[in-house]
């Protein structure tokens, strides 16, 4: 990290928390300015202000549109700005998330105080920073179904799925039933949330 004073832009909507955090930034070397912002919408307002964002630590739950959801928009408004997410879940599937969409790094809020700044400071020396992941389940899957989970998570329907593994539409219609019942799932958005919580979706 250089010497150089740099703004950081602290998203989360608990007040408190923030507050905290940001008495837990103004003790690291290199913080000049912080920005603070409880939703997307509000973190935007930054764009253009100087001086300009050097890091974004974001929460995931957010109101509105939460951080995850969120981050594709701040990442193409802050450019090649590194992005510390923060969350207050465990849950493997977050930080697999958090991780294929570009993150810098994870952080669970319930960690120290000095695990927290340590994050910070590494993320800031251009270091990638996750806890261990664990190793996926072994989904049960036929590489077929693998193949239409994968675009069962993109959102596309049947007849779509269809058309891109060039099968018909009631070949598929009869893998995601079987794609469903392995993950314990009545919908297609429950099995898309049980994929990514097993490890399944990289």
């Given at each position: 990290m250089n010497n150089t004073p740099s703004t950081v832009l602290l998203v989360d909507d608990h007040r408190l928390f923030r507050e905290g955090l940001a008495l837990l930034l103004r003790s690291q070397p290199g913080v000049g300015w912080i920005h603070e912002a409880g939703t997307i919408d509000e973190a935007l307002a930054f764009v253009g202000v100087a001086p300009p964002v050097g890091m974004i630590l974001l929460d995931i739950a957010l109101p509105g549109v939460d951080g995850l959801a969120g981050m594709a928009r701040l990442q193409q408004a802050y450019a090649g700005i590194p992005i510390l997410v923060l969350s207050g879940s465990e849950d493997p599937a977050h930080k697999q998330l958090a991780l294929g969409q570009g993150a810098a790094g994870f952080v669970e809020k319930s960690a120290s105080g000095e695990e927290i700044g340590e994050a910070i400071l590494r993320v800031w020396r251009g270091d990638r920073v996750f806890p261990p992941?664990?190793?996926?389940?072994?989904?049960?899957?036929?590489?077929?179904?693998?193949?239409?989970?994968?675009?069962?998570?993109?959102?596309?329907?049947?007849?779509?799925?269809?058309?891109?593994?060039?099968?018909?539409?009631?070949?598929?219609?009869?893998?995601?039933?079987?794609?469903?019942?392995?993950?314990?799932?009545?919908?297609?958005?429950?099995?898309?949330?049980?994929?990514?919580?097993?490890?399944?979706?990289?």
């Open positions: 992941i664990p190793e996926a389940e072994s989904t049960g899957l036929t590489p077929r179904q693998e193949e239409v989970l994968h675009y069962l998570c993109e959102g596309l329907s049947n007849k779509a799925i269809a058309r891109q593994l060039l099968l018909s539409e009631n070949t598929v219609r009869v893998h995601v039933s079987a794609i469903l019942a392995l993950l314990g799932a009545t919908s297609r958005t429950e099995a898309v949330v049980a994929a990514h919580r097993r490890g399944w979706i990289r």
